[in-house]
């Protein structure tokens, strides 16, 4: 059976990748890395854990243990100097090596950009060994617009939102309590590191504004555009066969509720006089990071796409 190690298990994506490992019936956990954790038992990071998974280890430890993938849930810049083992997949859930255009690379994350593949699976099926994993914002954005690439005409506009966890696990005042409860605040208004990565894969200029929301998790991207010819057949048909894409049916809207939790997205397609409004809802650490990196690990070993996955949400 192929095995798996986690690098920087113990933040928001790395915890979830291994939630998605420990359901996964052809991956087996070789190593759990974490500079933080190192030398203590799995169960320090959730009491539910069994005594069966290994104990933490360096992530320089969890490397070098010969796993046939490895997931990268460390920031950019760790990520950015990390030498993949000769031989293993890597999927890196940082935004390290997304961005294909060198300028670009250097501005929004000061790294040159390297050979890795960019994998969105509904998109731009991952090749190769080494695989960026894209951001939640530009996940749901892409899934959006992607099936009307051809058909935009004019200016695009993305206006997303996203729970807390989307800012990682390390502490700053944007994530307190204080700031984030009663409140509904946009950020990075004159730019962010999403927008380029939307642009790369579509092909278009796009107008992007992030906002947080006082939630854990989810996010949801409105999109507005004009398009030719018939935007709802185009989506429709983009993602007939998909097993992580529910086009909902006319008049029917995403909700959060319904993805909260699972690797899913529902998308939504809506006309307001010449604009098209198409709106996805994705939950930020399952189909936005941890769940696609699985999904990505799945389709370059060979696997079920969608083996280790949580496709369904529970009825409340």
């Known amino acids: 059976m192929p095995t798996a190690s986690i690098l920087g298990t113990a933040g928001y994506t790395g915890q979830e990748t291994l939630d998605r490992l420990l359901a996964h019936p052809s991956l087996e956990v070789a190593a759990l890395g974490s500079d933080s954790s190192a030398g203590k038992p799995a169960q320090t990071l959730d ?10 280890v360096s992530n ?46 250097q501005r929004w994350y000061g790294i040159a950009p390297g050979a ?12 190769g060994r080494l695989i960026a994993n894209p951001g939640c914002h530009a996940t749901a954005a892409l899934l959006a617009l992607w099936p009307l690439r051809d058909a935009i005409e004019g200016p695009v506009v993305v206006d997303s939102k996203t729970g807390m966890t989307g800012a990682g696990r390390g502490l ?28 790369q894969a579509l ?50 809207v995403p909700e959060l509720a319904r993805v909260h939790g699972t690797d899913a997205a529902e998308v939504g ?38 083996a280790g996955l949580r496709l369904h949400g529970v009825l409340v």
């Open 203 to 252: 092909g278009h200029r796009v107008t992007f504004v992030p906002h947080l929301l006082p939630l854990r998790r989810g996010l949801l991207a409105t999109c507005y555009v004009q398009t030719t010819g018939d935007a709802r057949g185009l989506i429709e048909a983009a993602y007939a066969s998909s097993p992580a894409v529910r086009v909902l049916p006319e008049g029917v």
């Open 269 to 306: 397609v809506f006309t307001n006089g010449e604009t098209t409004i198409v709106i996805c809802a994705i939950d930020n650490l399952g189909k936005g990071a941890a769940g696609q990196a699985v999904q990505n690990a799945n389709i370059v070993l060979g696997l079920p796409e969608t």
């Open 60 to 105: 320089a430890e969890a490397a070098a243990a010969g796993a046939d993938v490895i997931f990268l849930c460390l920031g950019h810049e760790e990520a950015a100097v990390f030498q993949p083992p000769e031989g293993a997949v890597v999927v890196d859930l940082s935004g390290a090596h997304r961005l294909r255009d060198g300028s670009l690379a």
């Open 116 to 127: 890795w593949s960019y994998g969105l699976p509904e998109v731009a099926p991952p090749e």
């Open 172 to 199: 700053k005042h944007s994530t307190h309590a204080g700031f984030v409860l009663e409140n509904l605040s946009p950020y990075a208004v004159e730019g962010h590191r999403h927008a380029p990565e939307i642009e």
């Open 47 to 56: 009491p539910r854990l069994n005594g069966s998974l290994p104990r933490f």
